[in-house]
């Protein structure tokens, strides 16, 4: 019998490299979302020791015009604070398409992982069947051969 081909083969690659690339798509959303949230927590830090500075000096008695600029630097670090919350919600949501990707791309390949396994199955079983028969036929063979020549010494081979 011929050895095992599946038709299908260049499809199932395709959709193996479709996977593949869809994991590491999510993987790279994954690394993007930890920057963003080491971003975000930098800019909060950053802001939480500006109010720090700000209450300090507003306690110490200043300058108003130190004060401004205080406060001019407090916005500054809030607005920094809104895009990097803003830019952190956008890599949540790259995680979340990159997910459903990555779902996706991973059903398609096991629904032609199964329909592999099935014909491999339905080949293996037809080999054995075809096995099974020769290997009858054989048994056959030998059990009607005629008997061999008297002045042959030995028993007969399937005996």
């Not at 300090?56 to 406060?71: D, K, M, P, Y």
């Not at 629904?111 to 491999?120: C, E, P």
């Not at 028969?133 to 020549?149: G, T, V």
Request: proline share 4%; glycine share 4%.
């Amino acid at each position: 019998m011929k050895p095992f081909r599946f038709s299908l083969q260049p499809l199932r690659s395709i959709r193996e490299h479709k996977e593949q690339a869809a994991r590491a798509a999510y993987a790279d959303c994954l690394h993007a979302c930890e920057e963003a949230a080491a971003h975000m927590q930098a800019a909060s830090g950053e802001l939480t020791a500006a109010w720090t500075r700000l209450s300090g000096e507003l306690a110490a008695g200043t300058t108003g015009i130190a004060l401004l600029r205080a406060r001019a630097w407090c916005n500054v670090l809030e607005l920094r604070v809104k895009e990097r919350a803003a830019a952190l919600e956008q890599a949540r949501h790259a995680i979340d398409a990159a997910w459903h990707d990555l779902l996706l791309a991973t059903r398609e390949r096991e629904a032609i992982d199964r329909l592999h396994d099935k014909r491999l199955e339905t080949h293996n079983r037809l080999a054995a069947r075809e096995q099974q028969k020769s290997l009858d036929e054989m048994a056959l063979q030998l059990f009607h051969a005629p008997a061999p020549d008297a002045n042959v010494a030995g028993p007969r081979p399937w005996l």
